[in-house]
């Protein structure tokens, strides 16, 4: 048949010399050999200008359309499908599966895979490239975050919210994870490994991830590598080893970056036309089409990811610690104030009172607060709840001994005002006998008794014996004004024996004739 005439070598042995009788001595037909070069004729090409193209394409410059048919399968709009591979994560694969499902909706014959792949390459260049690299089962998780995105819509409002995708693969069996996030921050790198170990049902001895600063504080090209401290406390509660990638060496995880490449496809290109309110409903939608994904067959060789998951990986997993991994976060150099306490968003935590002054770290976790020098841990604390602000956290042991750390309460408050006099402790007495609840009158009590620091212990006695008579039950507000006007002093009580009758002014003051300069 024609269609089998080697034309490039019928070129090549006329451009040698070769004549036709000689052509048709190498196994080939008079009558195909004149009819190449009767097409080289009309067409004006010889061997020089084809010599660079395969055979195939020799002979369809020699003889356009020849051997063509019309095919018995439906014809999917290859404009259409061109557009569609313009989207993240469209393939091929994708389209294919889709032109299938719609020609079986309509009753029509549907083109195989292979055939759909070489129709379109008629219409347009498509060139790829894949490679496996081989790994042992059991030994390694490759992790990253995918550049493609997802988004959440808010049905009232029409705004959008970024979804972020955290991407795990096996490297043996390539199975695969990814859970959507809001952010990509220190704890939801953390959560999203917990999750990530929950899906594959156990754990591996190393973990692989890229340079990133949640994981990676720096990584020298000779030199220890120096790990987030979260996440070097969560490699060590699986009981693995981190093992970042060398910088600008993707082939380091090939796996996983093959994998964000097949998840664009598997999970944003699948999902494009949905539209989710929520995270959750995101979420259930992305274990779908994992579950999907990994459930899929390989195209070159037998089984699926699962398959080979389940029956060769799995097996060889390390079983989960049976305590969840608690999720946690640093804060560094805070430094211990004289009160004894480190401050975290707005509350007070006690530290051992020997390190006043110093910096130390905290570890903070959805419940507890723990304070730390180095690798020694100096005490723990329940964490204030949110929205708290301004609350001590103190245990007795972190404060030395003595009446400066005691806690007030109305019996210490009596001790202090028996200290200072009989009238301060009448005082106080009375103070506390108007309310129902002695911790009611801690606050009034503590008024009188802080005046001391302005004024002697001795005027605040005889100022509390002058308001005494004069109001059965006095406070802050009866005292401060005895004070400051130095009613306490016997000599000027007289001038105030009268109520309502001031005393003579004193001090150097300037009337309206110094400022007006004249009387008016």
Request: proline share 6%.
């Amino acid at each position: 048949m024609v269609r089998r005439i080697k034309v490039k070598l019928v070129l090549r042995l006329r451009a040698e010399g070769f004549s036709k009788r000689q052509i048709e001595a190498q196994g080939m037909s008079r009558h195909s050999v004149i009819a190449v070069f009767e097409a080289a004729d009309r067409e004006g090409i010889d061997y020089d200008a084809v010599a660079g193209l395969d055979d195939a394409e020799v002979y369809a410059r020699l003889f356009p359309g020849r051997g063509e048919h019309d095919s018995v399968h439906a014809q999917p709009d290859w404009d259409r499908v061109h557009k569609e591979l313009a989207k993240v994560g469209v393939t091929l694969k994708l389209l294919h599966g889709e032109y299938v499902d719609t020609c079986r909706s309509r009753g029509e014959p549907a083109m195989g895979y292979d055939r759909f792949c070489k129709s379109y390459g008629h219409h347009v260049l498509i060139a790829g490239a894949a490679s496996r690299v081989g790994h042992k089962a059991g030994q390694s998780v490759e992790v990253d975050w995918s550049g493609k995105t997802m988004q959440l819509t808010d049905p009232v409002a029409g705004q959008t919210t970024r979804v972020y995708l955290f991407v795990g693969a096996l490297p043996f069996s390539r199975f695969a994870f990814v859970e959507p996030t809001l952010d990509m921050k220190q704890d939801t790198w953390l959560r999203a490994h917990v999750a990530m170990f929950d899906w594959f049902g156990g754990s591996v001895p190393r973990i692989v991830p890229d340079n990133l600063k949640t994981g990676v504080i720096s990584h020298p090209a000779e030199g220890e590598v120096v790990l987030n401290d979260a996440y070097r406390e969560l490699a060590a509660h699986y009981s693995a080893a981190v093992l970042p990638g060398r910088i600008k060496k993707p082939k380091d995880k090939a796996s996983v970056e093959n994998t964000v490449g097949n998840i664009a496809t598997w999970v944003i290109a699948t999902l494009r036309k949905q539209t989710f309110a929520t995270l959750p409903e995101l979420r259930a939608a992305v274990y779908e089409r994992m579950s999907a994904f990994n459930a899929e067959p390989f195209q070159k060789r037998a089984g699926s990811r699962l398959g080979v998951f389940e029956g060769e990986e799995k097996p060889l997993l390390r079983p989960l610690p049976a305590v969840p991994f608690e999720i946690s976060r640093w804060v560094y150099a805070r430094r211990v104030q004289r009160n004894g306490h480190v401050v975290f968003e707005k509350n007070f935590y006690s530290v051992p009172y020997v390190h006043i002054g110093r910096a130390v770290d905290l570890r903070i976790t959805d419940t507890t607060l723990e304070v730390f020098t180095g690798q020694d841990r100096l005490t723990s604390h329940l964490l204030a709840p949110v929205g708290i602000v301004n609350e001590y956290r103190t245990h007795d042991s972190d404060l030395p001994d003595g009446p400066q750390y005691r806690q007030w309460d109305a019996p210490r408050v009596r001790e202090w005002a028996a200290r200072i006099g009989e009238n301060t402790t009448t005082v106080i007495n009375r103070i506390f006998e108007s309310v129902p609840v002695d911790e009611q009158g801690l606050g009034a009590a503590l008024a009188v008794l802080r005046m001391t620091r302005r004024y002697s212990a001795a005027r605040v006695e005889a100022a509390a014996g002058v308001a005494l008579a004069r109001v059965r039950s006095p406070r802050y507000a009866h005292l401060r004004p005895i004070l400051e006007t130095k009613q306490d002093d016997p000599g000027n009580r007289d001038a105030w024996a009268t109520p309502g009758t001031p005393p003579e002014p004193t001090g150097y003051v300037r009337g309206a004739d110094y400022y007006a300069g004249q009387t008016r």
